[in-house]
């Protein structure tokens, strides 16, 4: 499949409305594109990522166990934003 055709059909899935449903799954989906994003759509997902864990920490902390790129994606995007945030994420990753 063309470049600019795989973009035009995973773009709007990846940027799709910050809808919790769909946060989670769209977060999934960009981690398994990752190296395919642009500089811009990787700020956006850093961005959703952020906005998720506020509301949905669970649902992420259970993607991350589950998904080692998402789990990559997920503490990439938490680091930068708040040490407390981040550290409380990964502390929930490893509890059992």
């Known amino acids: 499949m063309p470049a600019a055709a795989a973009m035009a059909l995973f773009r709007p899935l990846l940027t799709g409305p910050c809808e919790r449903a769909l ?7 960009a ?21 998720i864990e506020s509301l949905e ?7 991350a166990r589950r998904d080692p790129q998402a789990a990559t994606l997920v503490i990439q995007s938490l680091v930068r934003e708040d040490m407390r945030i ?6 929930s990753i490893y509890k059992t």
């Open 23 to 29: 946060a989670i799954r769209q977060i999934a989906f």
């Open 31 to 51: 981690a398994s594109l990752r190296d395919r994003l642009s500089d811009h759509d990787r700020q956006m997902v850093t961005e959703k990522v952020r906005w």
């Open 86 to 91: 981040f550290t409380r994420f990964v502390a």
């Open 57 to 63: 920490r669970g649902d992420l902390v259970v993607l």
